[in-house]
């Protein structure tokens, strides 16, 4: 059965992190909001995404500001319960391929707009985690004491409980969904795969690497760069890290249970496709990736895989977030970005008030979707 064509409110498509976070305020403001998701809750990107909590590197100071945003909203629900094991600061490990200069490099750019970066190595680590394998460390290595990870199924658990309360519609399930407009253009709802239509004063699609798809068909493009990934799971271990470590062959968070979550970019012409769009790589492939962890740590010589996902990495075409109102589509709001987990409690508040008060916010006037219209 349909919702109520006069029923006001939010229609948001897509039940990854960011879809819910949005829900969520939405909610918090005092909306009507139904969240549609093609099959269940974070199945897609979300549910395998690294989650590493950060603003290291290079990149835009805009994108670097509402980064460091993202991280403050965590900051405060950490403070909230310290107790929790999906949620952790213990700062980030970074080392390159014996490319001393590069590192030096990274350093002096973090340092130089503020970000908390150290200098370490092979001969010190020992003092920030000593399950990291001091040999396999490069002679210069980054530390950033103030970087984190969370485990984005369990953040989604955690806002769902306050979406029921909140009386909050989930429909999961929903296949293939597309943007209902009127005649004057504006968006008014969603038609889910069987035809059937929820109606709301505005939409938000944030579908992951799906986004450019779904608003193609309302004459809007945006370039879409999301490349194939895995995150692995493995089977607990005695001692684990506390660290994030971003090394040369293997990127390593800790994740709840003792267990460690495992990704990189190397093995990725590895994955292939059969006729019914199913993602698989050889089961050598990922115990290579386990090997190259077990190298990394101490003690992990038992390391084993768990379980394992593939899909699309959301990553827009010119790497920026995608963010706001569809200028050509009034009422279709879009949330496209990579680092949706950095991104996705900030992002669902200032969207949520966009959408509850028309205002835009500051903080995303670079991320706006006319960008590409030129």
């Not at 799971?233 to 660290?243: N, W, Y």
Request: net charge negative.
């Amino acid at each position: 059965m349909s919702l109520d064509n006069e029923k006001k409110g939010t229609v948001v498509l897509g039940g990854g992190i960011i879809g819910i976070s949005t829900a969520v305020h939405l909610l918090r403001r005092g909306q009507q909001v139904t969240l549609i998701t093609e099959a269940e809750l974070v199945s897609g990107a979300s549910g395998r995404s690294l989650s590493w909590l950060n603003s290291a590197a290079d990149r835009t100071l805009e994108y670097h500001a509402l980064r460091m945003a993202g991280i403050d909203r965590y900051r405060t629900l950490f403070a909230q319960d310290p107790s929790r094991d999906w949620l952790r600061f213990d700062g980030g490990l970074f080392w390159g391929e014996n490319k001393q200069q590069e590192t030096l490099a990274r350093y002096n750019y973090e340092t130089a707009h503020g970000y908390d970066s150290h200098l370490t190595g092979k001969n010190s680590v020992e003092k920030i985690d000593p399950q990291v394998a001091a040999s396999a460390v490069a002679e210069t290595a980054l530390f950033n004491p103030g970087e984190g990870w969370v485990s984005l199924p369990h953040l989604a658990n955690f806002l769902m409980q306050e979406f029921y309360r909140l009386d909050g519609q989930l429909i999961e399930h929903a296949g293939k969904s597309s943007v209902v407009t009127d005649a004057g253009g504006k968006a008014i709802g969603i038609k889910t795969n069987n035809g059937e239509t929820f109606s709301g004063e505005t939409v938000l699609v944030a579908c992951g690497p799906q986004t450019p798809d779904v608003v193609a068909p309302l004459g809007v493009t945006i370039p879409n760069d999301s490349p194939l990934s895995m995150l692995v799971l493995t089977r607990p271990l005695e001692k684990t890290i506390k660290v994030v470590m971003n090394t040369p062959r293997v990127a390593i968070r800790p994740n709840p249970g003792k267990t460690l979550a495992l990704d990189h970019d190397w093995y990725e012409s590895s994955i292939t496709r059969d006729a019914n769009g199913e993602y698989s790589i050889p089961e050598t492939v990922v115990n290579q990736l386990v090997a190259e962890a077990v190298n990394v740590l101490n003690g992990a010589e038992q390391l084993q895989a768990a379980s394992w996902k593939i899909g699309l990495k959301p990553i827009p075409g010119d790497g920026e977030p995608v963010l706001g109102e569809l200028a050509g589509v009034p009422g279709c709001f879009v949330a496209f970005t990579h680092s949706g987990a950095t991104l996705a409690l900030i992002i669902g508040e200032l969207l949520a008030s966009e959408i509850a008060t028309g205002q835009k916010h500051p903080l995303l006037s670079t991320f706006r979707p006319e960008r590409f219209d030129a």
